[in-house]
């Protein structure tokens, strides 16, 4: 550590700040001709005295030795920028550095001289001193600080004008009288850092170590991977604290969200969305923030002991981790709720919109507004065992916070890995799943595929001719008679007269979703007088004839009401994609897949004794 003596302006090394009994420090915005250490070493004085810089810093010195102090922190002249490893140290210990200050200086050099106590408040809200993300910390580290003016007039001091900064910075008071800021909660400290900039993209997360009290290295030229390593850094410090997710757009209800459809019965009645350009949606993102802004209204998210409980009472046989870093990715466990909802997605190319099956995931903390709920965020799937992105918003009023120890949300916990969306590049003849929606007794299992292109979950399917082969979308059904008869939906492209893409062909493949290894040569019973097929075998398996239908292109509809199934409806459309070529090739088809349940479970009069027999 180096600091300027304001007596002799000579610039020594110290080991630590502990090497010196009291020492002053500066606080300040940075602007032109700043005074580097190189120059102050080099330049004689009546260079540096031109310099635009050297005012504060003389400023500074004549104050400290005015209140009795010898030495001086100052960053512009006591930090050898030039050297990548004393810089990283610097940044890191900085806080530290404004923390054992016996005093702080800050200098405010748009605050006018003759500012009145009773337009304080508006001189200092409009200072840019307020607006760095470097004189946050500043602010919070520092237990004594005396605001000066443009040239050097006293205006006031943090404990005299506590009520002002609160107002101006939205800290809370207690924070700002020095209460300790573990007591804050992850998302709290970002809303904080939420309107602050710094020159450099780095800074914005470099800036935040000390609140946070983590270190990490610096990697100038990252961009905004340092705010991503900065989130991960404070992850693993704090896994309990879920208000580091709580970020994006908050809303009290999930009907608050103007694309989320709550009744899944009214999704499976909406026959077209329209599609509008102003809704067109942002695409999701991983499970981490993009900068502070995106904090911006999540002060109000607090930390709850719900998250201790949960870590540490799983169910039997269940090991539940905490958050981990893999890749881009993050995975952890927590209680989900799947296809609970359907979300619109607005696509700019083509233009149109389609209903997605939406997950809920519930985060381990609560609101000031609603301290006995639980929040949740949206998730959509997306390629990969389960694998998610999230939408930005947030409902902070979902599930009533359990009081006992080992909730019955907890058996609802998954792992999850969630991570930002890859690029899903949408191509000419592709097939998008515009309505993909299916009963409270059916249960999806995914899909069976020849191609390794196929990605379902993010509504495309890659079946641009005969070549890219079949794919087949797969249930289980969940009410007593069904046990073992799931049903797979099978699609495949259908060639004729030379077009590869002239008609769909669906098939509904009766499944044997399969009992336990141990048990793999039992017959299914009931069989229902059909062959039902291992879930591998599925694309290729023959069906009878009233199983198949053809769906002639460009537009089309079928429906299949076949005893044991569901009512299945599929419709399928072409929507031409606005290409700068503009060929007639141009198109991707559009489905909607509609799965009914029945009233009542059927049973062939001659087969419902034995089926009672057997279940």
């Not at 900085?94 to 800050?106: G, L, P, T, V």
């Not at 307020?130 to 005396?146: H, K, N, Y």
């Not at 009214?266 to 993009?290: C, F, H, N, R, Y």
């Not at 995106?294 to 002991?305: A, E, I, Y």
């Amino acid at each position: 550590m180096r600091l300027l003596n304001a007596k002799s302006r000579q610039i020594h090394n110290f080991t630590s700040s502990e090497d010196i009994n009291e020492f002053a420090i500066l606080s300040h915005t940075w602007g032109a001709g700043e005074v580097t250490l190189q120059d102050w070493e080099s330049l004689p004085t009546a260079d540096l005295e031109l310099k635009e810089g050297y005012r504060k810093i003389n400023y500074c010195c004549k104050q400290a030795l005015e209140d009795g102090y010898e030495w001086v922190w100052i960053d512009t002249c006591c930090i050898d920028k030039s050297s990548s490893a004393e810089l990283s140290e610097a940044v890191n210990s900085m806080f530290q550095w404004y923390q054992d200050a016996a005093i702080c200086y800050a200098h405010l050099t748009d605050v006018q001289d003759d500012t009145s106590e009773d337009s304080l408040l508006t001189a200092l809200s409009r200072s840019r001193w307020f607006t760095r993300g470097w004189t946050l910390q500043e602010l919070l580290a520092s237990s004594d600080i005396v605001f000066y003016s443009e040239n050097w007039k006293k205006l006031t001091t943090k404990l005299n004008s506590v009520e002002t900064l609160s107002t101006i910075t939205g800290i809370e008071k207690e924070y700002l009288e020095g209460a300790p800021l573990e007591a804050a909660s992850a998302a709290k400290k970002m809303s904080w850092a939420a309107s602050r900039e710094t020159t450099r993209i780095e800074d914005i997360a470099y800036c935040l170590l000390g609140i946070f009290d983590v270190n990490m290295p610096l990697i100038y030229g990252e961009g905004k991977k340092a705010f991503k390593r900065l989130q991960e850094e404070i992850m693993k410090a704090h896994p309990e604290d879920h208000t580091l997710f709580a970020w994006g757009d908050v809303v009290e209800k999930m009907t608050d969200i103007p694309y989320v459809i709550t009744d899944k019965a009214k999704a499976a009645e909406m026959d077209e969305i329209p599609w509008e350009a102003s809704k067109v949606t942002q695409p999701p993102s991983g499970l981490l923030a993009e900068s502070p802004a995106d904090f911006k209204d999540s002060g109000g998210f607090m930390t709850s002991s719900i998250a201790t409980k949960f870590y540490k009472h799983a169910p039997r046989g269940v090991i539940t981790s905490l958050p981990q870093i893999q890749d881009k990715n993050i995975r952890l466990h927590l209680p989900v709720q799947f296809n609970r909802y359907q979300s619109i997605y607005y696509w700019k190319q083509p233009q149109i919109a389609i209903l997605r099956g939406t997950a809920v995931a519930l985060l381990l903390c609560c609101h000031e507004k609603a301290p006995n709920f639980l929040p949740v965020i949206l998730l959509r799937s997306c390629s990969g065992r389960s694998s998610f992105n999230r939408t930005r918003e947030i409902c902070f009023r979902y599930q009533l916070l359990p009081t006992t120890l080992q909730p019955a949300i907890f058996k609802s916990r998954r792992m999850l890995n969630i991570g930002p969306p890859r690029q899903l590049r949408l191509e000419a003849g592709d097939i998008m799943l515009r309505r993909y929606i299916w009963g409270k007794a059916t249960e999806t299992m995914g899909w069976w595929s020849a191609s390794a292109n196929q990605t379902i979950p993010e509504g495309v399917v890659k079946m641009c001719g005969v070549k890219d082969g079949p794919i087949c979308l797969l249930y289980n059904r969940l009410c007593q008679v069904s046990c073992r008869h799931g049903f797979g939906v099978k699609l495949e492209r259908v060639e004729r007269d030379g077009e590869s893409m002239a008609g769909i062909s669906v098939s509904i493949v009766p499944m044997d979703v399969g009992p336990p290894e141990t048990a793999k040569d039992e017959p299914i019973k009931p069989d229902f007088d059909l062959k039902w097929n291992p879930r591998t075998q599925c694309t290729r398996a023959d069906v009878p004839a009233e199983f198949k239908k053809v769906i002639s292109m460009p537009c089309g509809s079928i429906e299949f009401d076949i005893q044991p199934f569901p009512v299945i409806a599929i419709k399928a459309e072409r929507a031409l994609m606005n290409t700068k070529s503009n060929t007639g090739d141009s198109f991707v088809d559009v489905l909607d897949v509609i799965i009914t349940e029945r009233l009542l479970p059927y049973h062939p009069k001659n087969k419902q004794a034995s089926h009672k027999e057997d279940h």
